[in-house]
C-alpha cells in the first residue's frame, strides 16, 4: 500500500512538472534566458522524477494501476505500469533529463525568442512519450500518439525558415501518419467492436481468427516500424534528424523511436499473446534487413547527424532481432530461451537509447562549437575539444559493439539468442537462419566500426580541414556535463549488465509465463578486468622501458610539406565499401579536371558521387505518382459549387439512413 | 580464481614469448621456398629488443590516441589469447569465442584510428582498406566459427576443444584458413614484407609509427598470428589432456610452427590479389563455411 502511495505521489508530481515546464516558460514575457532556463531545470527534474517512478515500475512484481476518470463516455484513462512499461518509462526519462540538461547550454546558439516555445514542444514532448508507455486504453494511446507525433513534428521544424528543414518535417509528418493509420487498423482489428482497454483486447484476441490475427500483426509490423524506421519505411529518419535540433535528435533517435517498439510488444507479444513462428521469422528478417542496409547507408554519409540517423535504422534492426528470436521461441514454446532473446532486445532497447543519444548530444557539441555538421570540414577537434572527444569516443566505442562497452553486451545476447535458435535443431531451415543471422551481426559490426573510425577520425583526428574547425572551444560546461553521465553508463552496463539484463528477464516473464529464468553467470565483468589488468601492466611496462620520451616531428609527406589536403577524407575512407557494394548503391560520379599542358599535371579537380536511394526511386516516386494521379482523378467531385456539396451531404445522410434502419 | 588468474598470465607470457619464433620460422620458410637463405628463426626477437630500446618519433599532430594505441592493441590480442584453455581447464571463465572474435575488433579500431591520426595519405589509405577488409572476414569467420559452435552445442571455448574433428569440420578448416590469411595480413590479401604503397594495407597503418611503439605494434602483430593458429589448432586439432605442462606446451608449439608453414606455402605460391577482388575469395570462403553450417545442421 505504502508503495502504490509513493508512486501515485511520483506519477502527479511528474506530471506537473512537465506541464509546468512546458507552460510557464510562454508565459514569461522578455524574460531573456529565464524561459529556457525554466523550461530545462523543470524538464529534468519531471525527467528523474520519472525515472525514479520507472524504475520502481520495473522492480515492482505488482503493477502500479490508477484511474484518471472518463475522457470520453466509455473511455477510460487509467495508468497501467507493469515491468514492461516501467522499463520504456525509465529509458525514456533518463535521456529526456539529461537531454534537458544538456540543452541548457546548447540552446544558447538560438534567438532566445524562440527558447519558449521550444521549451514548450519539448516538454510536451517528454511528457507525451511518457503517457504513451502508461496508459492501457487505444484510444487513449492513439491521442498520446499522436500528441508526440504533433509535438517532435514543431521541434523538427524548429528552423522553419530554412526550406530544407520544413521539407523534413513534411516527410516525418506523412510518414508518420500513414504508419498511425496502420496503427489504428491494427487496433480497431484487435478490438473487433469489444471494449478499448487493452485488458479489453486482450481478452477478445483469444476469439479472434488466425488469418485476423495475422492482418493485425502485419498492420502493427508497418504502423510502429514506420515510426521505428525499419527498412524500407525508414526514409523519413535521415531527413528529419539532421534538421531537428541535436539534443531533439538526441531524444527522437534515442527514445521516440523506442515507444514504436514498446507498441510492438504491447500489441504483439503482451495483447494478441504471440504467434505462429512466422511472425517471428518475419520480425528477425526486417531487423537483418534494416541492420544491414542501415548501415552500409550510414558508411556513406558525410553529415554526422543523417549518418546517426541511419545508424539508429540499423540498431532498431539489431533490436528487432532479438525480438524476433525470442518471438519465434514462444511460438515454439520454449520460454526460457524466448525470455533470454526478449531481454536481450530489450537490453539492447537501453544501450542504444544511452549511446545514441550521446553521440547526437556529441555531435550537437560538434555543430555548436564549428557551426557544421559536415565532417569533410571537421578534423583536429581532439586537440581544441578535448573532453567532447573522449565522450564521442566512448559512444563510438559502444556503438561499435566493442568490449568491454555496452553495444558489445547487448549484441553478445543478441548472438547467443541466435545462436540458440540454431542448437534448438528445430529445423534445418531455421538452424541455417540462426546462424546467417549471427553473419550478418558480423558484417553490421564491422561495418559500424568502418564506419565511427570514419565519423571520429575525420572529424576528431589529424589536421582541421576548414577555419571553423581550427577556431573550435570546448562548449559550455552544462552540455559536457548532460553527456558525462551516459558515457559512465556505456561503460556501466557493459561491464554489469546483469544489473539490467535481471530485471528484464524479470519482464519477459510477465509478458510470457514460464519458469523462473536465471541468467547464466555472465563473464563481462571479468573480461573487463582482465583487459584493465593487462593495460595497466602492460602500460607499466612501457614506462619502465623510456615510457613517453619520444621526439616530437613532422608527419612524412613524401617530401613536401603536409597539410589538411593531404588528409584522406570521409568521401576517400568510405569508397573501398562504396564500391563493393555498387550494385545497392549505385553511386555516380561526376570528375572534372583542368590541365596545363599534358593532363598528368592537374590543376584543379572537381569531383563528386552522388549514390541513389533505391527506395526513393523505386518505392517511393511509384506510389506518389500513383497517388497524385488517383486524386486528379478524383478531384471533379469536389467542384466548390455549393449546392452540389448540400447535395452530398443530402445523399449521405439518405444513405446513413437505410443504413441504420 | 588466483589459479586462474596465474593460469591466464602463464599463457599470455607463453604467447609473448612464442610469437617471434613463429614469425621467425614462417620467414625462413618463405625464404627458403624461394631460394634464398633469409634472416635466421630468432630474428625477429633481436628486431623486437632493437624497437624497443629506441625513443619513437612521433607526428606533432598526433594526440593520446597514438599513444595509447600499441597498448590497447597488443593488451587487446593477449586478453584473447589468454580466453583459449591452453593447458586444461581455467577455472573462471573470462570470456567465450565472441568475446575473443570482438577483442580484435577492439584492437582493429585503434590501430584504424591511430592510421589516421598523423594527417598522412597513406595511413589513411591503409585504414580505410583494413576496414574493409574486415567487414568482409568478420562474416566468413562468424559463419565458419559458428557452425563449429552448432556442433559442440556452446560458445564456451572449453566444449569446443576439437569441435572441428568432425566430416564437416573439413569444410570449415579450409573457410577459417582462407580468414586466417587475411587477418594475419598475408598474400594473397595483403604482403607484410613490403611498404608500397599500392599493395599495402597493414603496414601503411604503422608508417607513422616508429621505436618503442612501433615494437610494441610489431609484437602485437605476431601475437594475433600466433592466437589466430593457436585457435585454429584448438579447434580442429585438439592437445591431448593429462601431459605435463612443459610436455604440452611443446606439442602446441610444434603444431603451431606447422600451421605456420602452411600459411608460408600458401604465400610462397600465390601472387597477390587486386583489393577489388577480395570480395570474390572472400565468397569462396563464405561458402565452405556455408556449407560446414548446413552439414552440422544436417548431422544432428
Same mark, same amino acid.
Given at each position: 500500500m505504502e508503495l502504490v502511495d509513493l508512486q501515485e505521489k511520483m506519477f502527479f508530481f511528474t506530471l506537473v512538472l512537465y506541464l509546468a515546464g512546458a507552460v510557464l516558460p510562454l508565459t514569461v514575457r522578455r524574460g531573456g534566458r529565464l524561459p529556457l532556463t525554466m523550461g530545462c531545470c523543470l524538464g529534468a527534474a519531471a525527467g528523474l522524477s520519472g525515472l525514479t517512478l520507472g524504475v520502481a515500475g520495473l522492480f515492482s512484481p505488482e503493477p502500479f494501476t490508477l484511474s484518471l476518470g472518463?475522457?470520453?463516455?466509455?473511455?477510460e484513462l487509467s495508468v497501467y505500469l507493469d515491468r514492461l512499461a516501467g522499463f520504456f518509462l525509465a529509458t525514456i526519462c533518463l535521456v529526456t533529463a539529461l537531454a534537458s540538461f544538456y540543452s541548457l547550454g546548447y540552446?544558447?546558439?538560438?534567438?532566445?525568442?524562440?527558447t519558449a516555445w521550444w521549451a514548450f514542444c519539448y516538454n510536451l514532448f517528454s511528457l507525451s512519450m511518457c503517457l504513451v508507455v502508461m496508459v492501457d486504453n487505444m484510444v487513449a494511446f492513439l491521442i498520446c500518439w499522436e500528441l508526440m507525433t504533433l509535438a517532435s513534428y514543431f521541434l523538427v521544424t524548429f528552423?522553419?525558415?530554412?526550406q530544407q528543414v520544413r521539407r523534413a518535417g513534411f516527410a516525418y509528418i506523412v510518414m508518420t501518419h500513414l504508419g498511425t493509420v496502420f496503427i489504428m487498423s491494427a487496433f480497431f482489428l484487435a478490438s473487433g467492436g469489444g471494449g478499448w482497454s487493452f485488458a479489453d483486447l486482450a481478452g477478445g484476441? %483469444?476469439? *479472434?481468427s488466425g488469418t485476423a490475427r495475422s492482418l493485425v500483426f502485419l498492420c502493427a509490423l508497418i504502423g510502429f516500424g514506420t515510426k521505428a524506421g525499419v527498412?524500407? *519505411?525508414?526514409?523519413w529518419l535521415p531527413s528529419a534528424h539532421p534538421a531537428a535540433p541535436s539534443n531533439v535528435s538526441a531524444v527522437m533517435s534515442g527514445v521516440m523511436l523506442k515507444t514504436a517498439i514498446y507498441g510492438l510488444m504491447r500489441l504483439v507479444?503482451?495483447?494478441? %499473446?504471440g504467434g505462429p513462428a512466422w511472425w517471428g521469422g518475419l520480425v528477425l528478417a526486417a531487423g537483418v534487413v534494416s541492420a544491414v542496409l542501415g548501415v552500409v547507408y550510414a558508411l556513406m554519409e558525410h553529415d554526422l547527424k543523417r549518418l546517426l540517423a541511419f545508424h539508429s535504422v540499423e540498431n532498431i534492426g539489431i533490436i528487432l532481432m532479438g525480438l524476433g528470436a525470442g518471438m519465434i521461441f514462444y511460438a515454439w514454446s520454449m520460454p526460457v530461451p524466448g525470455a533470454i532473446a526478449i531481454a536481450a532486445g530489450l537490453f539492447h532497447v537501453i544501450n542504444h537509447a544511452v549511446f545514441k543519444s550521446l553521440l547526437f548530444l556529441g555531435a550537437g557539441s560538434i555543430y555548436y562549437a564549428?557551426?557544421?555538421?559536415?565532417?569533410?570540414? *571537421? %578534423?583536429?577537434l581532439i586537440k581544441r575539444m578535448p573532453q567532447t572527444a573522449v565522450l564521442f569516443l566512448t559512444g563510438a566505442i559502444s556503438i561499435s559493439a566493442i568490449p568491454p562497452f555496452n553495444g558489445f553486451a547487448s549484441e553478445y545476447q543478441i548472438y547467443q539468442s541466435l545462436l540458440a535458435l540454431s542448437l534448438a535443431k528445430v529445423s534445418v531451415f531455421w538452424s541455417m537462419a540462426g546462424v546467417l543471422a549471427c553473419a550478418a551481426l558480423a558484417l553490421t559490426g564491422a561495418l559500424a566500426a568502418a564506419c565511427f573510425v570514419k565519423a571520429f577520425g575525420v572529424s576528431?583526428?589529424?589536421?582541421?580541414?576548414s577555419e571553423k574547425a581550427a577556431k573550435a572551444t570546448e562548449p559550455p560546461l552544462a552540455m559536457r556535463a548532460g553527456m558525462i553521465p551516459l558515457a559512465v553508463l556505456c561503460l556501466v552496463l557493459g561491464v554489469f549488465p546483469q544489473v539490467v539484463l535481471n530485471p528484464l528477464a524479470g519482464v519477459a516473464g510477465q509478458l510470457m509465463p514460464g519458469p523462473q529464468i536465471s541468467l547464466p553467470a555472465l563473464f563481462n565483468p571479468g573480461l573487463a578486468l582482465l583487459l584493465a589488468a593487462v593495460l595497466a601492466s602492460l602500460a607499466v611496462l612501457s614506462r619502465l622501458s623510456g615510457g613517453l620520451r619520444a621526439r616530437r616531428a613532422e608527419t612524412w609527406g613524401c617530401g613536401m610539406a603536409p597539410d589538411a589536403t593531404m588528409e584522406y577524407t570521409a568521401a576517400s575512407y568510405s569508397q573501398p565499401v562504396r564500391r563493393i557494394y555498387r550494385s545497392l548503391l549505385q553511386p555516380r560520379r561526376e570528375v572534372i579536371r583542368e590541365y596545363r599542358l599534358?593532363?598528368?599535371?592537374?590543376?584543379s579537380i572537381y569531383f563528386e558521387e552522388r549514390i541513389r536511394s533505391v527506395f526513393n526511386e523505386f518505392l517511393y516516386v511509384p506510389l506518389r505518382r500513383f497517388t497524385v494521379s488517383v486524386s486528379q482523378r478524383w478531384r471533379?467531385?469536389?467542384? %466548390?459549387?455549393i449546392n452540389l456539396y448540400l447535395g452530398y451531404i443530402f445523399v449521405t445522410l439518405v444513405v446513413l439512413l437505410f443504413y441504420v434502419r | 580464481m588466483t589459479g586462474s588468474v596465474l593460469s591466464a598470465g602463464g599463457q599470455m607470457v607463453f604467447l609473448m614469448l612464442l610469437a617471434p619464433l613463429v614469425n621467425g620460422v614462417i620467414k625462413k620458410a618463405k625464404a627458403l621456398t624461394q631460394c634464398r637463405r633469409g634472416p635466421g628463426v630468432l630474428q625477429p626477437y633481436f628486431d623486437i629488443l632493437k624497437f624497443l630500446r629506441r625513443d619513437p618519433v612521433v607526428s606533432v599532430?598526433?594526440?593520446w590516441v597514438t599513444q595509447l594505441t600499441p597498448l590497447v592493441c597488443l593488451g587487446a590480442y593477449l586478453a584473447a589469447g589468454s580466453?583459449?584453455? +591452453?593447458?586444461?581447464?581455467?577455472?573462471?571463465? +573470462?570470456?567465450d569465442l565472441i568475446a575473443l572474435i570482438y577483442l580484435f575488433a577492439l584492437a582493429r579500431f585503434f590501430l584504424a584510428l591511430a592510421a589516421l591520426e598523423p594527417g598522412s595519405a597513406f595511413g589513411g589509405m591503409g585504414s580505410s582498406r583494413e576496414m574493409m577488409i574486415t567487414s568482409l572476414v568478420e562474416p566468413v569467420l562468424v559463419l565458419g566459427l559458428f557452425g563449429l559452435v552448432l556442433a559442440a552445442g556452446s560458445t564456451d571455448l572449453g566444449v569446443l576443444?576439437?569441435?572441428?574433428?568432425?566430416?564437416a569440420g573439413v569444410l570449415a578448416f579450409i573457410g577459417l584458413m582462407i580468414v586466417t590469411v587475411a587477418e594475419t595480413g598475408?598474400?594473397?590479401?595483403?604482403?607484410?614484407?613490403?611498404?608500397?604503397e599500392l599493395t599495402m594495407v597493414h603496414e601503411a597503418m604503422l608508417l607513422e609509427y616508429a621505436g618503442r611503439q612501433l615494437g610494441f605494434l610489431h609484437w602485437a602483430a605476431m601475437i594475433k598470428q600466433l592466437v589466430l593458429l593457436v585457435l585454429l589448432v584448438h579447434l580442429f586439432w585438439p592437445q591431448p589432456t593429462g601431459i605435463p605442462v612443459a610436455a604440452a606446451l611443446g606439442l602446441l608449439a610444434a603444431k603451431v610452427t606447422a600451421l605456420g608453414l602452411v600459411l608460408a606455402m600458401i604465400e610462397s605460391v600465390l601472387a597477390k590479389m587486386r583489393l577489388f577482388r577480395l570480395p570474390e575469395l572472400m565468397a569462396g570462403g563464405a561458402s565452405f563455411c556455408l556449407l560446414a553450417v548446413l552439414a552440422n545442421s544436417l548431422l544432428k
Open positions: 472518463y475522457i470520453l463516455p466509455g473511455v540552446m544558447g546558439i538560438y534567438p532566445k525568442r524562440s528552423e522553419y525558415r530554412h484476441a %483469444g476469439s *479472434l527498412v524500407p *519505411l525508414h526514409i507479444i503482451d495483447i494478441l %499473446g564549428t557551426g557544421t555538421r559536415d565532417i569533410e570540414q *571537421l %578534423g583536429g576528431f583526428l589529424a589536421l582541421p580541414r599534358w593532363p598528368y599535371f592537374n590543376y471533379c467531385i469536389q467542384c %466548390g459549387n | 599532430h598526433t594526440s580466453l583459449i584453455p +591452453l593447458w586444461g581447464s581455467q577455472g573462471v571463465a +573470462l570470456g576443444a576439437g569441435a572441428g574433428r568432425n566430416p598475408r598474400i594473397p590479401v595483403d604482403n607484410p614484407d613490403t611498404h608500397l
